[in-house]
């Protein structure tokens, strides 16, 4: 991973309040560093800023770009996969 692989998403409040552990989990598959964390009231969400080996490498003075997550449960209700959009 690079230090420029940086990439921005937001997680839900719900799922940080409800759900921590599957959001330490997606944290881990993608092997996330956050670098800010803001919590978006009007949205119910936490928007990350940070690096990853999934994300495409920035230019220095570009713009963050936004992903999706695709998060995958398997039976037993653990974090098996993570798409990134």
């Known amino acids: 991973m690079k230090n420029r692989n940086l990439g921005k998403f937001e997680i839900t409040l719900f799922m940080i309040d409800h759900e ?3 959001v330490a989990e997606v944290f881990g598959l993608l092997k996330f560093i956050p670098l800010r964390a803001e919590c978006l009231y009007y ?4 928007e990350y800023i940070g690096l990853s080996e999934r994300f495409s490498e920035v230019e220095e003075g570009m713009e963050v770009p936004n992903y ?8 037993a209700g ?5 798409e990134v959009c």
């Open 68 to 75: 999706t997550l695709i998060i995958t449960e398997d039976s």
């Open 20 to 22: 921590p552990e599957k």
């Open 78 to 82: 653990h974090v098996c996969m993570v």
């Open 43 to 46: 949205k119910s969400v936490i």
